[in-house]
Nanobody, 117 residues
Framework: QVQLVESGGGLVQPGGSLRLSCAAS????????MGWYRQLPGKQRELVAI???????NYADAVKGRFSISRGNVKNTVYLQMNSLKAEDTAVYYC???????????WGQGTQVTVSE
């Protein structure tokens, strides 16, 4: 019933940048965190970055210093600024929202990021 929609993916050269956006189709209450996960080709989905309702952030080691997660001005929006992209960042990136009361996760459908010449 809750929909999260990602955008901003695409093709970028190594060393380039992309900014991913995620927005909910309607207001979601009691969100503990929003974040980004990714699924590399042939791999399991993995954490990229999350931001809690208090503003705390966590990043996967592989993206620390290169990616930055932030909340938007509009409620229940989140962004992922990706800099210094590498070929190994190529993946489908999924937006996530976690509810603080039930710890239920909501997921977007994903946006493709391809880092290649």
């Amino acid at each position: 019933q809750v929909q999260l929609v990602e955008s901003g993916g695409g093709l970028v050269q190594p060393g380039g940048s992309l900014r991913l956006s995620c927005a909910a189709s309607r207001s979601i209450f009691h969100i503990y965190s929003m974040g980004w996960y990714r699924q590399l080709p042939g791999k399991q989905r993995e954490l990229v970055a999350i931001i809690t309702n208090s503003g705390a952030t966590n990043y996967a080691d592989a993206v620390k210093g290169r990616f930055s997660i932030s909340r938007g001005n509009v409620k229940n929006t989140v962004y992922l600024q990706m800099n210094s992209l590498k070929a190994e960042d190529t993946a489908v990136y999924y937006c996530n929202a976690r509810i603080s009361t039930t710890w239920e996760d909501y997921w977007g459908q994903g946006t493709q990021v391809t880092v290649s010449e």
